[in-house]
């Protein structure tokens, strides 16, 4: 069984940085063809692919988001690590992670999401 | 920069049938765009329904159907229930490790 879990800061500053954890367990990101993802939604407002991390290390980026963003991994923690840099209001939303892989090429098994507030 | 176009909205009765659709400002939608279709709920996670343009995801009930509809990717719902009252959201594979959703369309059931 698949389950993702993110976790981090419910409130962060503007300017600051924002580092949230993607926890995992029933598959292995050693496995080839595997990759885990984000996705964020503001209040209100529609889903937004933000970055990918490939079972090889790849990274893969929004290009509207791709200076702001890092993804890293931790294969043996079974974790995967986003960090936003210069963090907005705007950037207020909930932020979930997602299982995917090169067979499937969509996000299968979602995280429960977790609400980011930018505010000072 | 690629835009992914849904109906804000649409409503339809119950036992009725209903198409949402999504559309690419890049051009034509193919199989090659691998469309994907989410169902999400106030305050829940979205929930796959559909992948690769046609194949329901796991315990998905086969009123939902997937297809391509000349340019656009569409979600028919066929026999609508109360419960299908939702948002729901497309997404494309647009090459290269990047995916794109669409604005989302609220379904409502009455």
């Known amino acids: 069984q698949i389950t993702l879990k993110e976790s981090g800061p419910t409130l962060v500053k503007p300017t600051q940085t924002l580092t949230l954890t993607c926890s995992f367990s029933?598959?292995?990101?050693?496995?080839?063809?595997?990759?885990v993802g984000w996705i964020r939604q503001p209040p209100g407002k529609a889903l937004e692919y933000l970055a990918l991390i490939y079972w090889d290390g790849d990274e893969r980026y929004s290009p509207s988001l791709k200076t702001r963003l890092t993804i890293t991994k931790d294969s043996s923690k079974n974790q995967v690590v986003l960090t936003m840099t210069n963090m907005d209001p705007v950037d207020t939303a909930t932020y979930y992670c997602a299982h995917n892989s090169l067979q499937i090429l969509h996000f299968d098994y979602w995280g429960q999401g977790t609400l980011v507030t930018v505010s000072s | 920069q690629t835009v992914v176009t849904q109906a804000p909205s649409f409503s339809v009765s119950p036992g009725g049938t209903v198409t949402l659709t999504c559309a690419l400002s890049?051009?034509?939608?193919?199989?090659?765009?691998?469309p994907s279709w989410y169902q999400q709920t106030p305050g829940q996670a979205p929930r796959t329904l559909m992948y690769n343009t046609n194949t329901r995801s796991s315990g998905v009930p086969d009123r939902f159907s997937g297809s391509i509809l000349g340019n656009k990717a569409a979600l028919t719902i066929t026999g609508a229930q109360a419960d299908d009252d939702s948002d729901y959201y497309c997404?494309?594979?647009?090459?290269?490790?990047?995916?794109?959703f669409g604005g989302g369309t609220k379904l409502t059931v009455l």
């Open positions: 997404m494309f594979y647009m090459g290269s490790g990047i995916w794109v």
């Open positions: 029933g598959f292995s990101l050693n496995t080839n063809g595997v990759s």
């Open positions: 890049s051009g034509s939608v193919s199989t090659t765009h691998y």
